[in-house]
DNA sequence: GGATAACTTGACGTTAACGTCAACGTGAAC
DNA sequence: GTTCACGTTGACGTTAACGTCAAGTTATCC
């Protein structure tokens, strides 16, 4: 039931749109989706890629590396942690981004605190 | 000239589309748009916030603040800070979502790594 | 055994953030 | 003096990520 899903505050939609993007591949049960463990630790990693701009296409991506690190093939783990490499410096990238802005909100917001006290002199 | 900004990796069009949202607001020579030093700031903000999935809107209300801390109404002030204290909460939180996935994804290389180093023993 | 509630597929609608194309103006270059 | 590179507005197109019906199926409750 796509509803104990919704747990995680997403919609059925949600769910299946991800499931025709080949985010997610619950068990049938009838015709009935069935999610399991797997499912359930995907989509939450959807999720929280999804809150700092990541597309679908990139959760995806990721999600499916946590699959495929366990290969045993050299040629296709040596690929595999070069695009890992990638992901890691583009998202420091946007970590820095991220700091950055953070830091300047709470510097404004320090200006403003500083300008009501002195209001009340 | 908008192609000056285009220095910062953006199209003319999405110059336009920033200023027909009301976050840019350059002067006209004639009907030619000049850019200052206050609408490259305000575009780099944006293009950072965007880049950590900010939406337009969001990155407007940002800057936008920014003009607003210098007022001097404390009733405008008290509202700006209780909603840059929300902001910062919700920065906040993408960081930490930001920092999660950053973790895992440089524990699956490091995975990947071990894996390589095994199979050349 | 009929209503209700939750599931399904299918298809079209919507919003954000631009892309793209057409038609026109304009100063500089040769 | 016309070609060209860059600027303008206006309007329609596109992609991602779902929302929102419609129409039908199944399990359950009373």
Chains 1, 2 share one sequence.
Do not use: K, W
Request: with cysteine.
């Amino acid at each position: 039931m796509g509803e104990l899903a919704a747990d995680l505050g997403v919609t059925t939609r949600t769910l299946r749109h991800y499931e025709a993007e080949g985010l997610l591949t619950p068990r049938r049960v009838g015709q009935n989706r069935v999610y399991g463990a797997r499912d359930r630790a995907r989509l939450r990693l959807i999720l929280r890629g999804r809150r700092f701009g990541m597309t679908l296409a990139e959760c995806r991506e990721i999600v499916d590396m946590y699959d495929g690190a366990a290969s045993s093939e050299e040629r296709q783990l040596t690929i595999l942690l070069d695009r890992l490499d990638e992901i890691v410096a583009d998202l420091r990238h946007r970590q820095e981004d991220l700091r950055r802005t953070l830091s300047e909100v709470t510097d404004v917001a320090e200006q403003c605190r500083a300008r009501l006290a002195e209001l009340h002199t």
